[in-house]
């Protein structure tokens, strides 16, 4: 443990990194623009440009996250701030195809889940992460992502962490029906249900129900009004023509090209070191995921108690004291 980055707890940088070190960009080639590197991208529509920004170096330690969605932005990651620098992690902030900071393409064709896996292909390669320092992290639709990226390409992984994502989409509507909607008030709900037959999902009622009944206690467990501003900026510039088809427009379970998608069965086959991560009030159900953890050939569970789809924020400490352990353990062996 190098002296200049060593804590009171004992808990000294992932992988050893000096404070010197890490916060040294001389040489890199995104160190004129502060760790920003627009990406070219190949896809049967053309060459488009994704956004990446980079923070702080780490040889043996690198992170490339992974937003959700599909349309959302790499904004509400910003937590990674107040606690991945201090641990000496290198992380990568990346807009995926389509979303706020990249190109946005009038192309309905290439928001198909292969292609979206081929551009995190050619993203990392253009990075330089290799199987000795690349870990993926993808946070709700970014945990499909990453699931597929892992199936297809896990040579290139260090390790795979899967947060707030279940296996199988059938088995996240089947959650959302017979659990969290049952949970919420019968008029509400069926109000809810009837805006959403008619079809009418951009009815500002829609929202005005959906905030205090199901987003302030299954996505993100702080009333709206207090909503942290990263969290608002991300949602702001959510891109429909991206969601929609992919995730569908129903808040209450996904009806779009994913409503079938179901890896559970080949989970067992990445054999990466591998962290899901849950939450007691998650909309996606902790009891799957905990089962996935023990699915895959060397994985583990980190549960956040008080959290909900976004524990990254309420339920931070939680949240991140068991990724940096993750990262940790790989990195040192005891995993």
Request: glycine content about 10%; hydrophobic content about 35%.
């Amino acid at each position: 443990m190098t002296k200049d980055m060593s804590r009171a707890d004992g808990a000294g940088p992932v992988g050893g990194v000096s404070l010197a070190s890490y916060l040294d960009s001389s040489g890199r080639s995104d160190a004129l623009t502060g760790g920003v590197r627009l990406i070219p991208v190949e896809t049967p529509a053309g060459t488009f440009r994704v956004w990446t920004k980079r923070v702080g170096n780490n040889p043996r330690v690198k992170v490339l996250l992974l937003h959700g969605g599909p349309g959302i932005t790499h904004e509400y990651f910003e937590a990674c701030d107040s606690w991945l620098p201090a641990a000496g992690v290198e992380y990568t902030y990346y807009d995926q195809l389509g979303s706020s900071y990249s190109d946005q393409p009038e192309a309905p064709e290439l928001w198909e889940l292969p292609r979206f896996v081929d551009e995190v292909e050619q993203v990392r390669s253009a990075l330089g992460l290799g199987k000795e320092n690349f870990f993926l992290l993808g946070q709700s639709w970014g945990g499909i992502l990453a699931i597929e990226y892992a199936l297809k390409h896990q040579e290139h992984l260090r390790g795979l962490i899967v947060s707030n994502m279940m296996a199988s989409v059938p088995a996240y509507n089947a959650y959302a029906k017979d659990v969290l909607m049952p949970r919420m008030d019968p008029d509400v709900l069926s109000e809810i249900q009837r805006l959403e037959a008619e079809g009418n999902h951009e009815h500002p009622r829609y929202m005005e129900l959906l905030v205090p009944h199901h987003y302030e206690h299954h996505v993100l467990r702080m009333p709206a009004a207090e909503w942290p501003e990263p969290v608002n900026r991300a949602f702001r510039h959510l891109n429909p023509k991206v969601y929609v088809p992919m995730q569908g427009p129903s808040e209450l379970g996904a009806s779009g090209k994913l409503v079938d998608w179901d890896r559970t069965a080949d989970l067992a086959s990445i054999e990466v070191p591998t962290l899901v991560m849950g939450a007691k009030h998650d909309t996606m159900d902790p009891a799957h995921l905990e089962g996935m953890a023990k699915s895959f050939a060397r994985g583990r569970y980190h549960h956040c108690p008080e959290g909900s789809h976004l524990a990254i924020y309420d339920d931070q400490k939680s949240y991140f004291e068991g990724l940096l352990g993750f990262l940790r353990d790989v990195d040192s062996g005891a995993f």
